[in-house]
């Protein structure tokens, strides 16, 4: 085995059962400190009449209640203290790092880490990008402002952890980003899947090719799900091997591609992962099958996360990798669950819109997708940005050709408005195009 592959190859190759055991041992040790610390979860599994005592299998922990992002933002509501609430599960004085997730589904949740649980932030994100081939030889750009959510800056200082040079792009613009890109002869960089495509366009306006002109050879995408389409088309413009991440602010880094891009390895050392049928969340569902998300975090003893729903919809994978890993993989996030809603009666996902515009119209520089309601009628519009080098007369073909692309892939009929150049919103981190006013 070429133990050079693996951050830690003992943990990585783990016989299944093996590593079953440790995962039922790692998951009571973790519901026992939840309820001896948090006031939360100590109410919670009372109410439910379950103890750390009664999972004997891990058939058992489907006994354990589910939380998700609306049962934290309770627990912190109004709260002491203040800002973490019934979820700190250590001393306050312990707490040496404040962030919040991204917000995406409306107000953050408040995470505090300690010196300890901030190393295993690290380590997990370790075991993801060392997967990926990031090495002590590398050059790592890291084109995103840094501010209160942490994701980017664990990608940072885990890049950092492995011996690899890392050049923050924080102050810059796009244009400068790319520039120092050249300059540094950066070999690898983390970006969203919008970012990296928008990225791109402005390279084309810089008359640079990146697959060409930069030296980038691998690149991480995350905070959005990412379609095959997508990763390929990337991978086309940035001439860069494509590799993703799964991981939240309440849960970490929990799976990563490897080099072979079969899918996500989950890093069950570190965590549990249910996937269960999307129409209760209380059954497990069967590899291929799509379903949802459920995560325990065996670290981090400053935020206990216990059987969180995700909401993410997703398939499970448990044929053996060719890279000796011997955990179970996703094949793909399709979305949340919770961000599939109905239009006209049909079930949409606005990331359906997003890969077409991504991967087909290097002509839209930006876009927005808008639902409103005219009394029983639903109105569904693209505003499209077209992209500086885009001449106005070939708008209408465009325009025919989104629309048909658009209903071919949603079932959908969408309008299509052009807008003035730089008159949409950009997103470096996540984006949040759907606009739903139908009930405005």
Known sequence: MDTEKFWNPVLETMPRENLEKLQLKKFKRTMKYAIDHSPFYQRKYEEAGVTPEDIKTLEDVRRVPLVDKSDFKLAQKDKDPPPFG???????????????????????????????????????????????????????????????????WLGHLSAQKLGCTVVPGGGLDTRGRIRTMQEVEATATMCTPTYGFHMAKVAHEMGLDLAKDLKVSKMLVMGEPVSPETKQELERQWGADVYEHIGTGESCAWAASCTEKRGMHVLEHLFLLEVLDRETVSKPVAPGEEGIGVITTFGRRSFPCVRFNLWDIMTINEEPCPCGRTSKMIDSVQGRADMVLKLRGVLFSPASIEEIIGTKFPEIAEYEIVATRSGTREDLLVKAEPSPSVSESSHSDIKSRLIEEIKFKTNLSFDVEFVSTNSLPRYEIKSRRFKDLRGK
Request: aromatic letters at 20%; hydrophobic letters at 35%; one cysteine or more.
């Open 86 to 152: 019934e979820l700190l599960g250590v001393p306050l004085e312990e707490v040496m790092s404040f962030s919040h997730t991204s917000g995406t589904t409306g107000t953050p949740v408040y995470l505090p880490d300690t010196a300890e649980s901030f190393e295993d932030w690290k380590e997990s994100w370790c075991y993801c990008l060392y997967g990926m081939g990031f090495r002590n030889t590398d050059i790592v750009f890291m084109p995103f402002p840094y501010n209160v959510y942490l994701g980017f």
